[in-house]
Structure formats: structure tokens, C-alpha cells
């Protein structure tokens, strides 16, 4: 199957993550569901074909990416600039008020809103920092793991889409993406880990 022939560029986000407002975010872990989630798909072999994996050096995407790496017998490689939008500057939100301020920002990307890193700024930071994997001339398929937003800022730099939270992941987390190397040229956008087929 041709399928079969593409190397791809995968990029994997991370899972459910225990929330603790008085942990700062980068350093919150997975949860249990989180934890099973990746078990699972590792028992069903949902990365066969992958032979690199680079994860941002958020404490959750980390706890994505080895146990991945580890079945896969390859390291993680960790790149610090992959995380998430900057948004320390106001830190832990509750559910109603952190989905409102995700919509601003997608929606206004040109703006830091109430502090944010501006989308227009976090999409060009992911667009580097991984430009050197759509070419990377290896055999095999190279996954990254990172997070939704910083994800889907990236998808639709690949795709030609203007940015929007229309593109964005399902809830939930551990949802995957996948482009051709070293076009770009998009295979899916955002699904469940789940009902990606593996190779």
C-alpha cells in the first residue's frame, strides 16, 4: 500500500494530566487514565513504524514520550522550545475561564492576551524548532510529542490554514496528527490516538 511507502511525520499530544493549581503547568504529570491511555497503545502497536521520538521537556509530554521510546528501542530526544504557549502569566485557570482565554488566543493571534505568548509567536517557535525533522532523511517515521495547542499551530502552518480553534484537537489530549516527509503534505489532521491505524 502506498501508505506503507510515506515516511510521515507524526505529532502525538500528550494525555490527561493530573491538574494541581498549586503545581505550575509545565510540571503537572499524567494521570491514571492518562498513564493507561499510553500503555494501551503501545500493547496495540499504534507507533509501529516510528524509529525517532522527540518530546517537548514538559513533565507530561515527557511521561508520553519515554515509555513510546522505550518500547520502540530509541531514545527520547528532548527540545526544550517545543512546549506549550507561554502562559505563566496567569498561571493555573479554572476550566470555564481557560477555555475562554484558549478561544482569544486563537482567535486574535496577532495579540498577547492577558499575557499569554501571542499564537503568531508560538506558531513561528514550534515551525523552527521541528523544521529539521519534516527533512530529516532517516527511514522510518519520526513522532513528535508535545501539546494541543502548540500542535495545532503547527498543523496549520503545514496545511496552509489560517489559525484557528476550529483546527484544534478533540478533548481529552493524546490525539495525533500526521504529514508526509519531507513535503508536509498533510495524511489526517487531529484524531484519537485510538482510531489511527498503525502501520
Known sequence: MLSELLARLLYLSHPQVAIDPAVPVPDWGLNETGRARVGAWIGAGAFAGVVRVVSSAERKAVETARPIATALGCPAEIRPRTHENDRSATGFLPADA????????????????????????????????????????????????????VGTLLLCHLAGWTISRRYDQPA???????????????????????TCAPR
Not at 527511514?139 to 494541543?148: C, E, T
Open 172 to 194: 481529552g489530549g493524546g490525539n495525533l496528527w500526521a504529514v508526509e516527509r519531507p513535503s508536509g503534505d498533510l495524511i489526517h489532521a487531529w484524531r484519537p490516538t485510538e
Open 98 to 149: 481557560f477555555e475562554a482565554t484558549a478561544d482569544a488566543f486563537f482567535a486574535a493571534a496577532g495579540v498577547s492576551v492577558f499575557g499569554w505568548e501571542r499564537a503568531l509567536d508560538a506558531q513561528a517557535r514550534i515551525v523552527a524548532e521541528t523544521a529539521d525533522l519534516l527533512k530529516w532523511d532517516g527511514m522510518g517515521d519520526v513522532l513528535l510529542v508535545g501539546h494541543g495547542a
